[in-house]
């Protein structure tokens, strides 16, 4: 999740306030009458409920992923005022902590709340809704951008895809996936490509194509909230787990540790427990025609000499 500046963040405390299917039906004050739609990959994702500020921040800032054309979109946000203050409980002031989630299901209902943001998504009908704390300013943003990852993440499951933790990074056509935990290198292999087209230097989209996965990036969660180079979609050559070395090798990993390797990866998925063996599934699936690599690199380019030999 993104925290400015990190992992962590210093908050003031509050009481925790865990929302429940009352609280999502009493949800009834749209911050305006305007809408959105942003192009993700292959999903269409409508934000409803804007008032005109956030309509023209929210165009402005995904702007090459805006979709004014869509009538008809995947989803459907509602975004709502909250009503509260905060959701989860913060600690006390001058203290730090991991970015808390909580999430439960309500039927076909997948509900999330932090501590700015309470919002659900239904699978059944692809409608959801959005309560935040502010109308604008860093709780409006990273509420928004925190819930529309995890919607994402969770909507491209139930299409075959997956959201992964990793840099995108195209080269003649192709593109190369590079992934690992936070500190393992994603974007120092970016900033290493600079001739290269860069899907995103955090997240990446898995999506099943015509004639093989394809590989697109997002326009939030990013490490540096970079907006990507493209929103197309590009043939994945390769997939590789990155570990700083003082040398460069790359070697195959197959079959379960595979799909193990991959699946550590997947944000939010993994914790849920309704959608963890579809993610699984959904990763070996990919991975019976995406090979796998352990990428040894250190901080300069001469990986790209074992990773893409003769390509441009």
């Known amino acids: ?7 962590a963040e210093k908050v003031t405390e509050t009481a925790d306030f865990r929302p429940g299917e009352d609280y999502f039906g009493g949800l009834e004050r749209p911050f305006g009458g305007q809408g959105v739609v942003l192009a993700i990959g292959p999903l269409r994702m409508g934000l409803e409920g804007l008032d005109a500020d956030q309509a023209r921040e929210i165009g402005s800032r995904f702007h ?4 004014a054309a869509c009538t008809w979109p995947d989803v459907k946000i509602a975004l709502r005022d909250a009503g509260v203050g905060a959701f989860l409980g913060m600690p006390r002031p001058g203290t730090y902590e991991v970015y808390r989630l909580e999430s439960r299901t309500f039927g076909s209902r997948l509900a999330l709340w ?3 943001f309470a919002g659900f998504i239904d699978s059944a009908d692809g409608r959801g809704a959005l309560a935040l704390v502010e109308r604008a300013g860093p709780l409006f943003e990273r509420g928004l951008e925190n819930f529309l990852r995890v919607v994402t993440a969770s909507w491209m499951l139930r299409r075959g895809g997956f959201l992964l933790h990793a840099c995108g990074v195209v080269r003649d056509g192709m593109a190369y996936i590079f992934f690992g935990p936070s500190g393992a290198g994603k974007t120092t ?5 600079p001739n290269d ?36 979609s590009f043939p994945i050559a390769a997939m590789h787990r990155l570990v700083q070395s003082r040398s460069v090798r ?24 309704s959608q963890a ?22 901080k300069d380019d001469a990986f790209w000499g074992v990773v893409a030999p003769g390509r441009n």
């Open 1 to 7: 999740m993104w925290l400015p500046g990190g992992q």
């Open 64 to 67: 090459a992923f805006v979709d």
């Open 114 to 116: 932090s501590y700015e």
């Open 189 to 193: 292999v970016t900033q290493l490509s």
């Open 197 to 232: 087209t860069i899907l995103s230097d955090d997240l990446t989209l898995v999506v099943p194509g015509p004639t093989g996965y394809m590989a697109a990036g997002i326009p939030f969660g990013l490490a540096h909230h970079r907006v990507p180079d493209t929103t197309g």
């Open 250 to 273: 790359r070697d195959p990993i197959r079959g379960a540790r595979a799909v193990g390797e991959v699946a550590t990866s997947l944000p939010f998925v993994m914790q849920e427990t």
């Open 277 to 298: 063996a579809l993610a699984l599934d959904t990763v070996e699936k990919a991975l019976a025609t995406i090979p796998v690599y352990r990428l040894e690199f250190r």
